[in-house]
C-alpha cells in the first residue's frame, strides 16, 4: 500500500491491490497481450506531508521517506530471520530422523 498517498489524503485514497495472475481458461480469460507500467513517487525532502483533516503528524518528505525505508528494511530482516528459524527447525528435524 502506498503510504504516502494514504497520508496525504488521511486514508481517504488507498492504493490498488496488485497482483498478476496468469489466464488459464481460454473461454473466459484474455490471451492477448498484456501491458504494465511502473510509477513510483516520493516526495521532495523539504516538503511537508500531511492530509487535510491532520490524521497524521507532519512530517517533511525526508523523514517520510526514512520512515518507509526503515519500516521496509525492519520487514525484510524479519522475513530473514524466519527464514532462518525455518531452516533450523528443517535441519533438525532431519537429524532427529536420521538419529
Given amino acids: ?8 489524503s488521511d486514508d481517504r485514497f488507498k492504493s490498488t491491490f496488485h497482483r498478476v495472475r496468469a489466464p ?9 497481450p498484456r501491458y ?18 491532520k490524521k497524521y503528524p507532519v512530517v517533511t518528505g525526508a523523514e517520510f521517506t526514512k520512515a518507509a525505508m526503515m ?3 525492519a520487514a525484510l530482516e524479519a ?6 528459524k525455518t531452516a533450523v527447525s528443517v535441519q533438525t528435524a532431519e537429524v532427529a530422523a536420521n538419529a
Fill in 1 to 8: 500500500m502506498n503510504t504516502d498517498i494514504l497520508a496525504r
Fill in 71 to 73: 519500516r521496509n528494511y
Fill in 36 to 53: 504494465s507500467i511502473a510509477f513510483f513517487n516520493q516526495p521532495t525532502t523539504d516538503c511537508i506531508v500531511q492530509g487535510p483533516l
Fill in 24 to 32: 488459464t481458461d481460454p473461454e473466459t480469460d484474455y490471451f492477448g
Fill in 79 to 84: 522475513k530473514k530471520e524466519l527464514s532462518s
